[in-house]
Every structure is written in C-alpha cells, then in structure tokens.
T-cell receptor
C-alpha cells in the first residue's frame, strides 16, 4: 500500500527565507509524486510532479522538489519565501499519473513579514 | 467550462437527510475523482471513475455513500441518512487519460 508522511503540520518562515517542506513516501512500485497547494477556501492547485524523468523537478511560483529514492523523500523547497506563499501544501503519491492520489496530512506554511 | 465545477458550494442539511453533490469535470477529461477533506482526517480518497471501466470504490467509508457518473461526464455523490461526522469539504477532480488531476473548489457540507 502507498502512503505519504509530511513532517510538520505547521511551518513558519520569514519573508525572504528558505522554504523547506518535508515529504516521505512509501510505495511498492515506482511512484508518481505530486505537490499541491491549497489557498483558503480554494481547491487544490498542482505545484509540480515527478514522473520518473529528472529527479529535480521545477514547478510554478519558484518551487522545486527533488526525488531521492534512497531516502524515499520528495521535499519541496523555495529559495526565498513570499507573503503570497502562505497556504497549505499537500504531498501526494499515486501508482500512475492518472491514478488515485494518496495525500499526506498537509503542512500549513506561514510567512512572517 | 474552463475548470472543474462543483455545486452547491455550501450545503447545510439536517442529520438523517440525504444529500446530492454535483461535479462537472473539465470537458474531455476521462477520469473523475471524489475526495473528502476534514480536519481530523486530511484528504481522503473516496471513489475514482476512469472511462468505461468499473469505478474504484475502495475509499467509500460506508454503504451510505454512493456515486455515479452519467454519460462519462457529470458525477453525483450521494450521501444517505447523513451523520454529523459526514461534515467535511467534498472535492472533485478530473484528468485526461493518465495526466495530472485538476480540482474543483469543493462543496462544504455541514450536517446539523
């Protein structure tokens, strides 16, 4: 069975600081991995995805994530946080690009001025 | 439409009543998913439709929950005899073949 663990339900950073949101996965088959962002009262928006091509994946809004098979991790980073990055972030795994997604519990990112 | 549309956006119902939640996927998308988002449980997979294949119902929490997809397009999630623990945001998503899923803004269900 597949699963996702996001370390830290809440992360707070200062504006301009590095953002690091952690995600570890468990999968019996090569995984497809995703990061989604959810702004208040909105649906989920895809930030980036890993589909077995390059291990460093670049997404929208300056975010990127690195797939590390040896660590079963897919951490999300952004070099410099912006106030508009404040939202909830979800890591997800699926057995295929179009298969059902198994989500982590989410990490709420706060950005302090 | 341009995106996944869900209706109603908010629904308040009395315990024991039945409710129907509607999802209009992006035109041409072959796959449709329902998820439930609640404070204690995070984002839970409910059901997945892919083309003409039998739906994956493995996430439905009880037999009070059912969903159908008519004509390969619009989907309705039905909850019978609602309970307070059914209160949550119900999210629908669609995708084309095996590409990434696009989500609607959800229906917030409150059972009183």
């Amino acid at each position: 069975a597949q699963s996702v663990t996001q370390l830290g339900s809440h992360v707070s950073v200062s504006e301009g600081a590095l953002v690091l949101l952690r995600c570890n996965y468990s999968s019996s088959v090569p995984p497809y991995l995703f990061w989604y962002v959810q702004y208040p009262n909105q649906g989920l928006q895809l930030l980036l995805k890993y589909t077995s091509a390059a291990t460093l994946v670049k997404g929208i809004n300056g975010f990127e994530a690195e797939f590390k098979k040896s660590e079963t991790s897919f951490h999300l980073t952004k070099p410099s946080a912006h106030m508009s990055d404040a939202a909830e972030y979800f890591c997800a795994v699926s057995e295929g690009q179009g298969g059902k997604l198994i989500f982590g519990q989410g990490t709420e990112l706060s950005v302090k001025p | 439409g341009a995106g996944v549309s869900q209706s109603p956006s908010n629904k308040v119902t009395e315990k024991g009543k039945d409710v129907e939640l509607r999802c209009d996927p992006i035109s041409g998308h072959t796959a449709l998913y329902w998820y439930r988002q609640s404070l204690g449980q995070g984002l839970e997979f409910l059901i997945y439709f892919q083309g003409n294949s039998a739906p994956d119902k493995s996430g439905l929490p009880s037999d009070r929950f059912s969903a159908e997809r008519t004509g390969g397009s619009v989907s309705t999630l039905t909850i019978q005899r609602t309970q307070q623990e059914d209160s949550a945001v119900y999210l629908c998503a669609s995708s084309f073949a095996f590409t990434e899923a696009f989500f609607g803004q959800g229906t917030r269900l409150t059972v009183v």
